[in-house]
C-alpha cells in the first residue's frame, strides 16, 4: 500500500504541480508563454557561472578518490567504528556521501547489489542515502554562484548535520531492522 | 577555510597518489572531473531554464501567496528577519517545498535564485548572511517526506519492499535537519557576540 502510494506520488507529483501553476496562473489572466520565457531567460547565464566552481570542487574530490585517499580514511576509521556497532560495510557511504552525488549514488547501487536491498546493509545504506545532502556540493554550488567567499560556519554545520544523519541512520535501523 | 579546505584536499591527494604508486591515475582523474563538472553545469542549465521560468509564473500569478501562507510557522521560526513577501522567502520556500515532495530537479534552481535574492539584501557581499547560513543548514541536512531516488534505486535492485526505508529515513532527516536548525542558531548568536564585543 505504502510502496503504491510512493510510487504514484513520485510519477504524479511534477506533472500536477506543473498543471496548477498552468491553470492558476491562466485564471489569473497572466501571459503564461510570456511570463515563461522571461522567467527562464536567467537558467543559462546562471548555470554557466557555476562551472569554475564546479571544475575546482569536482577535480578535489576526484583526486581524492582516484589517488587511494579516501580508501586509506576507511582504513584508518573502520576499527573505531566498529567498535561503536558500526558495520564497516556502510563506511564508505558514511564518507562519500557529504563530498560527491554521483559517487554516493553509486556506493548505494553497489551495496544494494553485493548484499541485497532488504538486508540490514541494505536497508542502513538506503536510509544514510536518503536521510542527507550532499554538504560540499550544496556549498560549492550556492555560495559560488553568488561569489561569496567567507563562508562564516555553513561548513561546519552541515557536516554536523551529515554526521548526525548517520548516527541517527544507524541507531533507527539497528532498533527497527535490527 | 574554503581555500585552505580546497588547497588540503588538492595535496593530500596528489600526495597519497605519491605514495601509493597511483601517480598516473592523477593525470586521468583530473581531466575526468573537470569533464563531469562542466556536464553537471551543462545539465542544470536545462532544469534552471525550465524552472525559472515555472517560478515566474508561480510569481505573477499569485500562486505564491498560498506557498507563503502554508509554510509560514516554518518561515517564521527560520527566517524572521526576513520579509514575507521578499522574492528570496519566495524562492526559499519553494526550494523547501520542492525538497519535501522530493522533486530534486527543482530544488537547485529555486535554491539557486534564493541565493540571488538573497545576496541582493546582503551587507557586506563577500561574506554569507545570516539568512545564507541558515538556508544552506536546512538545505544540507535536505529534509525530505519522500526519498524518490533510494525507493526507485532499491525497487530497480529487487527489493521485495522498496519503501520499508522511509519511515527510518524521515526520523533520520529529522535529527539531521534539527540538529542543523539548533547549531546554526547557536553560531549566530556567537557571532553576533563577537561582533558586538569589536
Known sequence: MLQ????????????????????????????????????????FSTSVTLIPYLVAMLVAIGLLRASGAIDLLITLLAPLLTRFNVPGEIIPLALMRPLSGSGALGVTAEILNSYGPDSFIGRLASTMQGSTDTTFFVLTVYFGSVGIRKTRHALSVGLLADFTAFVAAVFICSKVFG | MINFLWFGMMIIGLMVAAATGRIEAVTESLFSSAEQAVSVAFSLISIMTFWLGMMKLIEKSGLINWVVKILRPLSLLLFPRLPRNHPAMHAILMNMSANLLGMGSAATPFGLKAMQELQAINEEPEMASDEMCTFLAVNTSSITLIPTTVVALRAASGSLYPTEIVGTTIIATICATTVAIILDKTMRALSRKKKKRR
Do not use: H, M, N, R
Open chain 1, 4 to 43: 503504491f502510494i510512493v510510487q504514484s506520488v513520485a510519477a504524479w507529483i511534477i506533472p500536477v504541480f506543473i498543471f496548477i501553476i498552468l491553470v492558476y496562473a491562466a485564471s489569473k489572466k497572466v501571459d503564461v508563454f510570456d511570463t515563461f520565457v522571461e522567467g527562464a531567460k536567467e537558467g
